[in-house]
């Protein structure tokens, strides 16, 4: 028996037939027989896997954008595909590969088990055949999202048929859509910044809106966060409104033709709600309640004059100017541009500012002295004047006397001037007066009668406390009212 290596096997793969010749040492070669032929097989090919496959699963309740990008749990499924029939061994893996035993050339529906780390997994398979030769290593990538996304909500804007939300979310997640509800309603898709609106509401009607949020695996949240908005009141516009509801004390004309209150404060209804943020902000305490305004007149054109209630705290000892001149007009004070600016005007929101008309006060100032007698002269005063085209103002000379019922004999802060009240917090009397710069810059001491040294529109003062003051200007015709009788304890409500 003889025992030998062969050569390098050549010409690829297949089925090789050996022959097998002997020598003696007379240099007699064998001759071939049959049993000096063998036949064998060569295989050096590496298997190859030509189609690799994950899919995920999705949580009950949750469905998958890709589930062959995501899953929502551990366990998912593989399928492959191997070109080769005698394939021995297969593995799937993540770190290690430990060979099983392999029965078919494709794989179909096979389970995995994840890591249970959440984020991305590289799933890799490599298969081995019957000669031993292994294939590259396939690889696939799933991302493992076990964590619902976090939506948020917000109130935006709403009219009397509509409502607006921000739907928002929190945390790292990739949002793919986000959506909003009147509760247990359908879902209204919101546009990609967040805004949803939600339409054909009842007006004046409160709703609870709720909101989700959709992540890039499919996750929805499933506890909806919500707030409740209602809906504006359709309302009648002012001039309509007043017209067919004469307001109690309004019963005079002035020269410029606008009707005005000349009852006692206890005796006039002129109580009105403006720039609130909900209708609830109207119901709280008068005095003191930011959002209430005394109706003042009421033009020929439907224009409805309002003074702040309450002095504005952000108007509280503003100088009518720090550096002042001879000549100084209102247009050019400091109060002016605050009140027009940021310590007013600004802060209300662009449905308030909008219902405000831009009106023309008058720009006076004087280098003498005038006296106002009667009410002609007043009257006569303010007119011949420029006109300064503004938002916002403060009270006139003319407001006042029909304040105090045009006598100028009442009692200065009897119950006779409705325009006069006192703050019982701070003990700061807001009494109209005017406030007065000399030409050397200092003030002199206001009165409420008698001479006027210069415009500025009447101040409220506070005396010894400091002056404060309390904002005027007129209030579109096109404004709507919707509800109120214009008492201290049920106010007209101007729609938002």
């Known amino acids: 028996e003889v025992t030998v290596t062969s050569p390098n096997l050549t010409n690829g793969d297949g089925e090789k037939t050996m022959y097998i010749y002997l020598k003696d040492k007379a240099n007699n070669v064998s001759v071939t027989t049959n049993k000096s032929t063998a036949k064998i097989t060569v295989d050096q090919t590496k298997p190859k896997i030509t189609s690799f496959t994950l899919t995920g699963a999705a949580e009950s309740g949750q469905t998958l954008s890709s589930s062959t990008e995501y899953t929502h749990k551990t366990g998912i499924t593989y399928n492959a595909t191997i070109t080769e029939t005698n394939i021995a061994e297969y593995c799937v893996y993540e770190s290690s590969c430990d060979y099983k035993t392999a029965d078919s050339t494709t794989l179909t529906n096979k389970e995995y088990i994840l890591n249970d780390t959440e984020g991305s997994h590289s799933v890799k398979i490599r298969v081995k055949d019957k000669a031993g030769n292994e294939s590259d290593v396939s690889t696939k990538?799933?991302?493992?999202?076990?964590?619902?996304?976090?939506?948020?909500?917000?109130?935006?804007?709403?009219?009397?048929?509509?409502?607006?939300?921000?739907?928002g979310y929190s945390g790292t997640d990739s949002i793919i859509s986000r959506q909003c509800r009147v509760s247990s309603g359908s879902w209204v898709t919101a546009s990609s910044n967040g805004s949803c609106k939600i339409s054909n509401l009842s007006d004046g009607t409160q709703y609870t809106i709720q909101a989700r949020v959709r992540d890039a695996s499919g996750r929805w949240n499933t506890t909806y966060p919500s707030v409740s908005v209602t809906t504006d009141k359709k309302g009648i516009p002012v001039k309509e409104y007043f017209a067919s509801n004469p307001i109690k004390g309004l019963t005079s004309t002035d020269c410029n033709g606008m009707t005005r209150f000349i009852e006692k404060r206890s005796t006039i209804n002129n109580y009105i709600c403006f720039g609130y943020n909900s209708e609830s902000d109207c119901e709280s305490e008068i005095t003191t309640n930011e959002y209430i305004y005394r109706i003042m007149g009421i033009t020929s054109a439907g224009e409805v004059k309002l003074i702040k209630n309450k002095y504005s705290e952000d108007l509280i000892d503003i100088p009518w100017c720090s550096n002042c001149f001879s000549g100084m007009t209102w247009s050019q004070s400091e109060l002016h541009k605050d009140l027009n600016g940021t310590e007013f005007y600004d802060k209300l929101s662009s449905k308030w500012q909008d219902k405000i008309i831009e009106y023309s006060w008058p720009d006076i100032v004087t280098d003498g002295s005038y006296s106002f007698d009667n009410y002609s002269d007043t009257c006569e005063f303010e007119g011949g004047f420029p006109g300064v085209p503004a938002k916002v103002g403060l009270a006139t000379e003319l407001d006042l006397e029909f304040a105090m019922n045009m006598s100028g004999t009442s009692p200065w802060g009897s119950d006779e001037c409705w325009l006069f009240s006192v703050d019982e917090t701070t003990g700061r009397s807001m009494i109209l007066g005017w406030g007065i710069p000399n030409w050397g810059g200092e003030e002199v001491e206001p009165s409420p009668f008698g001479y006027i040294y210069s415009l500025e529109e009447l101040f409220v003062l506070g005396g010894g406390a400091?002056?404060?003051?309390?904002?005027?200007?007129?209030l579109s015709s096109n404004a709507l009212i919707?509800?109120?009788?214009?008492?201290?304890?049920d106010p007209f409500i101007v729609v938002k």
């Open 466 to 474: 400091g002056f404060v003051a309390r904002p005027v200007f007129y």
């Open 141 to 167: 990538s799933i991302k493992l999202d076990k964590t619902n996304p976090t939506a948020t909500i917000s109130p935006n804007t709403q009219d009397t048929s509509s409502i607006t939300v921000t739907v």
């Open 482 to 489: 919707s509800a109120g009788v214009g008492s201290s304890s």
